[in-house]
């Protein structure tokens, strides 16, 4: 009984974050039209796109491989795992044991190395621009990452975001400097990796400016539909993880019924719709920057990991 | 020192050109011009050609001079200008493209506007010739280890105008940009020839869509020169009016696209709400938001009702209170101005050399504005500044746009003020006449040149927009900038591909 209740909850929680993308990405910009005093398209809008482009004709350029028709499948089901094993409004799911940060840095890693391939694979320029573009804020955010992990592994002892988020509720927590700096460097490590301003434009018609998008110049129909969905749960994967590690309050704890769970679930929403407020905000404020200044800012995000770390050697209590 | 009517003294008068001198020259005096000219004494105004003739328009910077020198093609070829003097080239290119004449000693002989897609080749010329196949284009070569070319456009992935841009980078560093036009040809001025000037009228609105105003001004002062045709003061000053509304409609439009080009929206929206508020209050008081066919040979074609102006008022007062925070905004972001600031140099001597008019020659340093330097009523009775900069740079060329919109806020209070009464149109008797007008539109000076026969039908128009002067020095601006800079310098230019194109 255990089991199937287990399993019930695993998969509303793989399902959840499935539905629950494409509403994240409308009410990103529905808020940053609000706050540019547009009314802005419904938060249903990304629903219907990707209808749109589900029953579109997929064209396909003459020069692609047969790697080009199988990616947008594969950084699909990458994205959608690791955006399932984050823990989200129940601690202590089913596949806890694989929900590991390090596990979750591999499988983004591996959906953004097949994306790479296929800007390049059809040979345009534009393909390659992004390609290049998106290795190099890669080489720098992967670092970043790997740092901020560390910083959170050596405070809770693991990996597992499970645990981490167990230890960020347990009285041993205590005030510490390097969380804050590892929050910080998440949250810029997050805005990078989704391609947000100020290092990407995801709303754009620019091509030379482009470094996501670039990539996707030639995807058409449902093919796109996929990535593009991948890019949704991609973002509320970040949003997540950043709320489950720092904010884990009013997450349904293992063996909780229902009604728990239900409570969990508001939770989560009223956390991602913070978190996709802040965004919204923090993108109508600020200008891209220059391709070349990605790697100050992503720097600053490294050497930040990279403080919180020593700082935890340094001394145990801060 | 010579002035530049001494210097064409020694030509052929032709007679019944207006308001300024037209002279034949021959071979020799014609390439003492170009010397000069290459030399930096005159700057190139203009150059269009004929059935059986080039024309050379020249501007003497100093006492604000202009005068055209004719040469007669006796043989199909006339002395390039382009060989000494760069600016002329991609006009002696569409000479070649349209009336077939040579230019002898030109260092580029490629085609620029006919892309081989008439049918025809110099479907103007004295002898068109039937032409099936496409022309092959060669882009200028950049060689060295690691270079590689990026194609962009003529379709591009926003809706805007076509044009292709062939970029050699090594990296993301641009080595060179070439331009590729000609797209957005219609054929305009074959259309004019043998039409009457209520259609040429019409046309010569329709060359750019967003300077439809200055188009139609300049090509009305252009038949009223050649006609003498006296136009009423309220015509003179209701031109004007509308001028300045397009030109606020524009910046406004240009200053949020700029920012909206380095992702910050808020600017775009901010600065589109303005420019909307303005093109409904032209709407209201003119019957169409871009004033499209109001200004006619003789005056203008709608009369502006009392509630108008204080519509107007209205809108001044609105854009008065509204852009000084958004000024504000601009300044003091520092991601944006991180993005402008040293962005797209364009060097104040390359500027000075292509003559470049409005910000673009502005904002380096060329002090040049045909409302004061080539005055036309009503400007000449008129209390404005001409704003100058030195820098160059994408900054500079907003900052340019920022202090016209708040010249011509100004200038729309004083001509309401000083808006005198009586008919708006003066009738345009037939006639043979030959004219030519310069009018600053919101990009710089537009030239326009026309001859009329004896129905005053357009024997011959010709359209020069400021564009011509700036799409060259953008291929030198975005030089050593980054390629994912170029979108942003070229809206800080924004050229116009329709009115080069034409």
Known sequence: MAVILDLVVQNAQMLLVLLLAPLLTGFVRKAKARLQRRRGPSLLQPYRDLLRLSRKETVLAEESSWLFRVIPYLIFAATWVAASLVPTFAAGLMFNWSADLIAIIALLG?????????????????????????????????????????????????????????????????????????????????????????????????????????????????????????ASLKLLLYLSLIACVFLPWGQAQPGAGPAAQLAGVGAYIGKLAVGGLFLAWFETSIAKMRVFRVSDFLGAALMLGLLGTLLLFVSRSL | MPTLADAIAAGLAIGDENPWPRRAVDFDHWRALVEELAAGRWTLLGLWGDQDAVHLALLDEAPREVAVVTHRCASGVFPSVGRLHPPAIRFERSIKDLFGLEPIGSPDLRPWLDHGRWGLRAPLGARPELASAALEYAFLPAEGEGVHQIPVGPVHAGVIEPGHFRFSVNGEAVVRLEERLGYAHKGVERLMMGADLERAARLAGRVSGDSTVAYALVFSRAVEAALAVEVPPRAIWLRALMAELERLANHFGDIGAICNDVAFALMHAHCGALRERVLRVAASCFGHRLMMDRVAPGGVSVDLAPEGVKRIRDLVGTARRAFPPLVELYDNTASLQDRTVGAGLAEPALVRRFGCGGYVGRASGRRFDARRDLAYPPYDGLRFEIPTLEEGDVNARVWIRIREVEQSLALVEQILDGLPDGPVRAPVAAGRGEGMAVVEGFRGDILAYLRLDADARIERCHLRDPSWFQWPVLEAAIGGNIVADFPLCNKSFNCSYSGHDL
Do not use: C, K
Not at chain 1, 214 to 225: D, K, T, V
């Open chain 1, 110 to 230: 591996s959906a953004r190395f097949f994306l790479a391939l296929a800007g390049m694979d059809v040979g345009t320029s534009f393909g390659g621009l992004g390609s290049s573009r998106e290795m190099m804020i890669a080489t720098l955010a992967e670092p970043a990452t790997i740092m901020i992990v560390f910083t959170l592994a050596l405070l809770a002892g693991s990996t597992q975001l499970s645990q981490v988020a167990a230890f960020m509720l347990s009285p041993a927590v205590g005030l510490r400097v390097s969380l804050g700096l590892a929050l910080v460097a998440l949250v810029m490590v997050a805005i990078a990796e989704n391609g947000r301003i100020p290092i990407d434009n995801p709303a754009t018609h620019l091509e030379l400016t482009m470094v996501h998008e670039a990539m996707l110049l030639e995807y058409s129909g449902r093919h796109l539909a996929v990535i593009e969905l991948a």
